[in-house]
């Protein structure tokens, strides 16, 4: 009996189904087909009997429930769990939207109490500021404009000047070109008029123009105008030498002397030019005329 027992505990312990594990002896291993056949010939009573079957069902409806019962309190566990954590995160959403409102509710009650004007006095200091700042920002933008329209007009009026001074010299030019070409003194005094009167303080103008009137034997018109360009020029050489030929034309020695050698003083060149002007040979033959002219004694 004790052996028919322990065959039938082996073969519980054996799997029912797949491979045996290698770990653990198998009724094959200890029983061979020999020592089997052995032991069913001299069974003289069953393998079995009533009692062991009840009792292995027994046990293996007890090993049932009592995984139904983990399994049930298992889930009641992970439920009870999972609400727990959702009951803990909605507390925390309820607790974080009251603090958020109390927040809320504080900055709002402190504006209240500050006051609206407070809020108003910033606004209207905040556009005081704004149209000063702004105010200053026009002001030194008119003043630049100002200044640059100054700049410009008097720009503007220097270019109109030049302008006028460019035509004007132009104008000049051209005369002093048709009175070199012209022959007649009477014509050349017309066109250095022209001159004069465009510039009246041109004292080349008032030189030529005296020795235009000088041919015309226009001899104290040719003084005055050489002394008019002497007025505005005491150092020019050529109304030193247009003087210096009047007064030689009016066999004035001393007063040509003089000013013929303050224009050889000035001018070297009218030295060579007075030898053979006209004009000195009323005087050419004295004989401070002959040292000045050929000594250079001044």
Not at 42 to 51: A, C, K, R, V
Not at 74 to 88: C, I, V
Not at 177 to 204: G, M, V, W
Not at 248 to 270: F, K, W
Request: with cysteine; proline share 4%.
């Amino acid at each position: 009996m004790r052996c028919l027992t322990g065959l039938i505990l082996l073969l519980m312990l054996t799997p029912l189904w797949g491979e045996p594990t290698p770990d653990r002896p198998t009724a094959s291993d200890i029983y061979t087909d020999d020592s089997i056949a052995d032991v069913i010939e001299n069974l003289n009573e069953p393998m079995y009997s009533p009692f062991v079957e009840r009792y292995l069902l027994d046990e293996v409806r007890d090993i049932r429930r009592e995984m139904m019962n983990f399994r049930v309190e298992y889930s009641d566990k992970l439920n009870a769990r999972q609400m727990e954590l959702a009951t803990q995160s909605v507390t925390y959403s309820i607790d974080t939207v009251t603090y958020f409102f109390y927040l809320i509710a504080g900055v709002t009650s402190l504006l209240v109490v500050v006051g609206y004007a407070n809020i108003r006095d910033i606004k209207e200091k905040a556009h005081t500021y704004a149209d000063r700042e702004v105010t200053k920002l026009v002001s030194s933008y008119e003043k630049r404009l100002k200044a640059l329209e100054q700049n410009l007009k008097q720009k503007s009026q220097w270019i109109e000047e030049n302008r006028e001074e460019i035509e004007k010299t132009n104008e000049i030019h051209s005369l002093w070109l048709r009175a070199s070409q012209e022959t007649n003194p009477q014509s050349k005094i017309q066109i250095y008029d022209q001159i004069l009167t465009l510039r009246p303080f041109d004292t080349e103008a008032l030189t030529y123009k005296a020795d235009a009137a000088l041919e015309l034997d226009e001899t104290r018109w040719a003084i005055n105008l050489s002394e008019q360009a002497l007025e505005i020029d005491p150092e020019h050489a050529h109304a030193h030498y247009q003087k210096a030929c009047a007064y030689a034309h009016r066999n004035d020695a001393t007063v040509a002397y003089e000013h013929l050698g303050r224009a050889i003083q000035l001018t070297p060149s009218y030295r060579e030019e007075a030898k053979s002007d006209s004009s000195f040979d009323s005087v050419r033959d004295l004989p401070e005329f002959k040292a000045l002219l050929d000594d250079g004694t001044v």
